[in-house]
């Protein structure tokens, strides 16, 4: 990404405030592990999403561009605040971002030190030019402790009353929504990392194998292809853990007849892939795992089949179901359509890029439309044969159809066993 993406992201972002409004994003600090350890620090994402920088204790302050401030003075643009060089701090710990790069990075003209910003903030809501803030507003559960955006919606509320305090995350979700080509291409080379991953840990698995050595294996591709991290904490498992769909516990080992699941993802400059195959231990389907895995397969080859601009968001996850549906009644397993329940367990699309789970604004009536990207994602466990996998591609919409961008990750048996033939 260059500065171009992010400079664009504000943009869009500052034509949907209103006259008078600003807003703050903030970075984030890396939570304590323990004693005087922390955990790594992980950038917020519509942080990154609008500065492409990942520098813990930073702000960025934005403006509504139709803004004209009563006094004449002069909008004030985008304001990025660092934390200052500090050698002894930085001897520790690793270098900080300097303004130089800050600016080479994300565009932003306006660098400052963070000590900068409690006063200018007071300033600009004391200048009378400002009537809302814009902070993003979001709790995974309403009991986590509040974050810097909370604590500021506080301060301004304490000692501001006459200026609103107002929810940017709307307004960044749809952003985030419709995919840039520089996001896309991202993507793709992330792919391409992901099916390294993948493929190491097929041609690796054999009867006896850990989940750990497969665990291995997905890293050891990845860091030698130069990822730094996986995108997410990988899932990994074999056998009855496949059916933990969640599952970090990387403690079993595979046994000879039991399939192995992944659920695994590479990122590339922040944009995320999101790609789950299954495939048997021992290198061949038996009959019962051919039968669920080609009715996974067939079902999301025809959702790639028919996914196109206009199709209401909902109709993928509904016609997942309605279509595996009718393979798990030829199997014998589904009697009514009341059955599929007892053997699909999750949603089959949610949406990926700055995040695996994405944050954008959809609902199931929103239309497909191009540089959308999300999973599709077939999820078939069934306990009383002990199988259990989930077929999850990314989908990306595009003027006429859709692509599916981990095609090339070995996706269907044929191809899975050739790979796995040692
Ligand atoms: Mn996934």
Redesign the pocket.
């Known amino acids: 990404m260059n500065a171009s993406f992010y400079l664009q992201n504000r943009a869009e972002l500052q034509a949907r405030l209103e006259t008078g409004a600003m807003y703050i994003v903030s970075s984030g600090e890396a939570p304590r592990r323990t004693n005087d350890e922390y955990y790594p620090f992980f950038a917020d994402r519509n942080f990154v999403y609008l500065t492409g920088i990942e520098q813990s204790g930073a702000d960025l302050m934005g403006f509504g561009i139709s803004h004209t401030p009563s006094n004449n003075t002069k909008t004030p643009g985008d304001t990025l605040f660092i934390p200052p060089a500090d050698l002894m701090w930085e001897r520790w710990n690793g270098t900080r971002v300097k303004a130089d790069e800050a600016k080479d990075i994300s565009g932003i003209e306006n660098i400052r030190h963070h000590a900068d910003f409690d006063r200018m903030l007071d300033h600009y809501l004391n200048s009378g030019n400002y009537t809302a803030v814009y902070l993003p507003l979001f709790k995974y559960t309403a009991d986590e402790p509040d974050n810097r955006s909370y604590k500021l919606a506080k301060y301004i509320q304490d000692r501001f009353p006459h200026i609103q305090i107002k929810d940017l995350m709307p307004h960044i979700k749809s952003l985030r929504l419709i995919k840039k080509p520089c996001e896309i291409e991202a993507m793709r080379k992330a792919e391409i990392i992901t099916g390294k991953g993948i493929t190491a840990m097929m041609k690796a698995a054999k009867p006896g194998i850990t989940e750990r050595e497969l665990r291995a294996e997905f890293y050891y591709a990845l860091m030698m292809n130069g990822a730094a991290e996986p995108a997410f904490p990988p899932i990994i498992s074999a056998g009855t853990n496949n059916f933990c769909i969640h599952y970090h516990g990387h403690g079993g080992t595979a046994q000879d007849g039991e399939m192995i699941l992944n ?1 695994v ?1 590479a990122s590339v400059n922040n944009i995320m892939t ?3 195959r299954g495939w048997p231990v021992n290198g061949i389907f038996n009959k019962k795992q051919r039968a669920l895995y080609q009715a996974a397969y067939d079902t999301s080859e025809h959702l790639f089949s028919i996914i196109k601009p206009g199709m209401p968001m909902g109709d993928v996850d509904k016609i997942i179901r309605e279509v595996c549906f009718e393979h798990l009644k030829d199997i014998g397993l589904c009697k009514t359509w009341q059955d599929i329940g007892t053997y699909m367990w999750h949603g089959g699309a949610h949406h990926v890029g700055f995040d ?1 789970h994405d944050v954008v604004a959809i609902n199931a009536t929103t239309p497909l439309a191009p540089g959308m990207v999300f ?1 599709v ?1 077939v999820g078939i466990y069934v306990e009383e044969w002990g199988i259990g996998f989930r077929l ?1 591609d990314n989908c990306l919409v595009t003027e006429t159809g859709c692509e599916n961008l981990s095609k090339n990750i070995p996706r269907c048996i044929d191809e899975i066993e050739a790979i796995m033939k040692k």
Do not use: A, K, M, N
């Open positions: 659920d993802g999101d790609v789950s695996v999973c994602d999850e």
